[in-house]
């Protein structure tokens, strides 16, 4: 029994559909997945909000403008439980972000990946369980 | 957190009324608690006739589904998402009761009932006229990117991709159900009231609850067609039943009729895990930029 179910876990791919997998909006409707941003910034402000969290950073262009961005990140209720509040993350702070631009080609990007600068890895630095284990 | 990340295993089979009575004679179901699940709601077509899994193959689909990275669970949406276990919202990060259910629909069939050929005509007149309209105004984006209501939060309610929290309150003649997503506050009054008049409609129905022996069993009628369950119409007719099995689970069962959508009525069982609170306020409307901002998307696609 264990053999065959092992060769049907095998064929995961084959669930996935039976999840529920809704997110609260469709991401692919506001963001362009043909417009990646990788950006290096600085915390001005935070906007604390459900049902998605915003981090507003000023970035210097190459050439030498700044420019501010505003990054769409997770639900604030789901970061206070992992032990994250708006204070960890202070104005001033710098930040690097992955993610890809809207598709109206504002100053808006979701925040894919979020790090601090020395490279750890924004939010996950608190008690949620795996923590320190690879990136999922 | 001396709290088990699991719930122990229950046989839904053969449950077991195990957990104190309060002084009123009702069961106490007062607490915070999830309905996350490691199992879909209806059964894979592999396990056709499988009802329970034994205890060792239900620890490994857990560890099978919550080994899952977040951009496999997002499917489809995964390009341009973001890391849910960043933030805090993937499964293997919370909570989860375990079970021995293959689906949450019980039964040997494990699967949603065909739909009748009324509801199928009625689901492709709706597509037909959404198609190609899905981003004209916010009227026309889904209920919940609007903020309204929850697809998941019910009645029924069923586990979500994050979040699946709520609470529930006990009074004198109402018992009330607070979910997290998005907001809602479901009050079910117990004195024995009759439901709304039938021309009265409501985005959650209307509750009526009553005690059958230590379980809360809930009559839900006066829904909208605004809002279908799987293609449903205003005539559905909910039954949910709670029933507290220990200190830290309530077995959820639902059963949805609705001979207009359905060929037969369907029953599903969700187990609700206690969690520590606190529930947190989710003032969805309030910070809801996506909205416009999915709009703004669709109007700058137009002019390209």
């Given at each position: 029994m264990r053999t065959k179910l092992t060769i049907v876990l095998a064929s995961a791919g084959l669930l996935l559909a039976a999840w529920p997998l809704r997110a609260h909006h469709s991401f692919a409707a506001e963001f362009d997945v043909h417009r990646p941003i990788k950006m290096r910034g600085t915390v001005t402000r935070l906007g604390w909000i459900n049902p998605h969290s915003w981090i507003y950073i000023d970035v210097k262009g190459p050439d030498g403008k700044i420019v501010n961005w505003m990054i769409e990140g997770g639900s604030p209720n789901a970061l206070l439980r992992l032990g994250f509040t708006?204070?960890?993350?202070?104005?001033?702070?710098?930040?690097?972000?992955?993610?890809?631009?809207?598709?109206?080609g504002s100053n808006r990007g979701v925040g894919q990946s979020v790090s601090f600068a020395d490279g750890r890895k924004l939010f996950l630095g608190g008690s949620a369980p795996g923590a320190n284990g690879p990136e999922k | 957190m001396t709290r088990r990340r699991f719930a122990p295993l229950l046989p839904m089979a053969a449950v077991l009324i195990c957990a104190p009575a309060p002084a009123t004679g009702q069961s106490d179901f007062e607490g915070i608690w999830?309905?996350?699940?490691?199992?879909?709601?209806?059964?894979?077509?592999?396990?056709k006739g499988?009802?329970?899994?034994?205890?060792?193959?239900?620890?490994e689909n857990a560890k099978r589904v919550l080994g899952m990275t977040s951009w496999e669970r997002l499917g489809s949406q995964a390009p341009e998402h973001y890391n849910m276990s960043q933030?805090?919202?993937?499964?293997?990060q919370v909570k989860v009761a375990a079970t021995l259910r293959t689906s949450l629909i019980v039964g040997p069939d494990g699967r949603v009932p065909p739909l009748t050929p009324e509801a199928q005509k009625r689901s492709a007149e709706r597509a037909a006229r959404n198609r190609g309209h899905q981003f004209d105004g916010p009227e026309n984006r889904p209920l919940q990117e609007r903020c309204i209501i929850y697809s998941t939060e019910g009645p029924p309610m069923q586990p979500s991709a994050y979040n699946s929290n709520l609470q529930i309150v006990q009074?004198?003649?109402?018992?009330?159900i607070v979910q997290e997503m998005i907001h809602s506050t479901r009050i079910i009054p117990t004195d024995g009231r009759p439901h709304l008049p039938p021309d009265i409609c409501q985005w959650l129905g209307d509750s009526r609850g009553h005690w059958e022996g230590h379980t809360l069993v809930v009559d839900t009628t006066n829904f909208t067609d605004k809002a279908p369950f799987r293609g449903s119409t205003a005539s559905l007719h909910l039954v949910e039943r709670f029933t507290r099995v220990d200190d830290d689970t309530i077995i959820y069962e639902f059963t949805a009729d609705d001979l207009a959508t359905w060929t037969r009525p369907w029953t599903a069982q969700v187990t609700l895990a206690r969690i520590d609170g606190p529930l947190f306020e989710f003032a969805c409307h309030e910070g809801n930029l996506g909205i416009a901002n999915t709009l703004k998307g669709a109007r700058a696609a137009e002019k390209q």
């Open positions: 708006k204070d960890a993350l202070p104005v001033g702070s710098e930040i690097v972000v992955e993610g890809f631009q809207a598709k109206d | 999830t309905s996350a699940s490691v199992v879909p709601l209806e059964r894979p077509a592999h396990l499988k009802e329970f899994y034994t205890k060792e193959e239900a620890a933030y805090g919202l993937d499964l293997s009074g004198t003649g109402y018992v009330a």
